[in-house]
C-alpha cells in the first residue's frame, strides 16, 4: 500500500488542524492504520492508531481528547484531528500501514510508511 500524508502546517498554540493520508494500491480495508510522529532528538512514537474497521482506536496518552484518529473505507483516507495544539505537538508527522492480522496497537506491526508531514505549534 502506498501512502500520501498531508496537511502539516505552522499554527498556534490551542490551535486545529487536520491531516489526511491518501492510501492506494491495495485493498484498504485489510489494513490497520495509524498515525507516528517524530520531534527533533526524539524517538518515532505511535500518537493514534486505528483498527481495519475503525471500531477501535488507541491514543496515547498525550494526546487523549485533543486528537482524533478516523478513516474512511469508502475514499481510502485515514485523518488525524487535531485540537488544543501545544508546542510539544511539534514533530513531523507520519502516516502507517499494518496487515490486518497484526495487533493495531502494536508499533512494530506499522511496516508501510508515508512521507512526513511537518506541524510547527508555535507558543
Known amino acids: 500500500v502506498q501512502l500520501q500524508a498531508s496537511g502539516g502546517g505552522l499554527v498556534q498554540a490551542g490551535g486545529s488542524l487536520r491531516l489526511s493520508c491518501a492510501a492506494s494500491?491495495?485493498?484498504?480495508?485489510?489494513?490497520?492504520m495509524a498515525w507516528f510522529r517524530q520531534a527533533p532528538g526524539k524517538e518515532r512514537e505511535l500518537v493514534a492508531a486505528?483498527?481495519?474497521?475503525?471500531?477501535?482506536?488507541y491514543y496515547v496518552d498525550s494526546v487523549k481528547s485533543r486528537f482524533t484518529i478516523s478513516r474512511d473505507n469508502i475514499r481510502n483516507m485515514v485523518y488525524l484531528q487535531m485540537n488544543s495544539l501545544k508546542p510539544d505537538d511539534t514533530a513531523v508527522y507520519y502516516c502507517?500501514?499494518?496487515?490486518?492480522?497484526?495487533?493495531?496497537?502494536?508499533?512494530?506491526?506499522?511496516?508501510?510508511w508515508g512521507q512526513g508531514t511537518e506541524l510547527t505549534v508555535s507558543s
Open positions: 502507517a500501514a499494518a496487515g490486518g492480522g497484526e495487533y493495531y496497537r502494536r508499533s512494530s506491526a506499522y511496516d508501510a
Open positions: 494500491g491495495r485493498t484498504f480495508s485489510n489494513y490497520h
Open positions: 486505528v483498527n481495519w474497521n475503525g471500531g477501535a482506536k
